[in-house]
C-alpha cells in the first residue's frame, strides 16, 4: 500500500513575486491528471499553513476530488508544526488508525531539508522537491527540481 503525503507552498505550489493569489491562479489541470496515473491508494496534504490554505491549494490544482477533506492537516487541525517529531507522530497515528495495513509504505514530499530529516526518523520516504535537487544529501530518499518530475517519476516506479 503506497501512501503520499504533499506539502503544499514550494512544493505543490511555488512561490515568486508575481503571483499572489494562489487560489485563483490559472491551472491547466496537468497536476491533477498526473496524480490520477500514479499506483497511490491514499494522498495526504500535511502543511504548516491553515487548513483552509491547504483546502484553497488542493481545490485551485482540482485534487479537491482526489484528496479528501479529511485527509488535509495544518495548523489549526494538528497539535504541532514540521518539522517538530510530535507533529508527525500525530500524522503517523491518524493515518495508523485509519488504515490498518502494516506494508505500507508513505512518501513524503516537502521542500525543505530539516522537514524530511524528521520524517526519515519515523520511517517515511522522503521526497525533496527543490531547484536544488542535484545537491541531495545522501540521507534524502528522493530529489527533484519540482512536483511534475517527482510524480512522473514515481508512475513509473510504483
Request: net charge negative.
Amino acid at each position: 500500500m503506497n501512501i503520499f503525503i504533499f506539502d503544499v507552498d514550494d512544493t505543490l505550489i511555488l512561490h515568486n513575486q508575481e503571483t499572489n493569489d494562489y487560489y485563483n491562479t490559472y491551472n491547466d489541470g496537468e497536476l491533477s491528471k498526473l496524480v490520477k496515473t500514479i499506483n497511490v491508494d491514499h494522498i495526504y496534504i500535511y502543511t504548516n499553513g491553515t487548513y483552509s490554505h491547504g483546502y484553497g491549494i488542493v481545490k485551485n490544482l482540482l485534487l479537491n476530488n482526489i484528496i479528501p477533506v479529511n485527509n488535509i492537516f495544518g495548523r489549526d487541525n494538528n497539535k504541532y508544526m514540521k518539522p517538530d517529531i510530535r507533529s508527525y507522530n500525530n500524522i503517523n497515528e491518524i493515518i495508523n488508525n485509519r488504515i490498518s495495513n502494516k506494508t505500507k509504505k508513505i512518501y513524503f514530499f516537502d521542500d525543505l531539508i530539516e522537514n524530511l530529516v524528521t520524517a526519515k526518523q519515523i520511517g517515511w520516504k522522503t521526497i525533496w522537491i527543490s531547484p536544488d535537487f542535484v545537491d541531495k544529501p545522501y540521507y534524502i530518499d528522493y530529489a527533484f527540481p519540482n512536483i511534475f518530475q517527482a510524480l512522473m517519476y514515481f508512475t513509473e516506479m510504483i
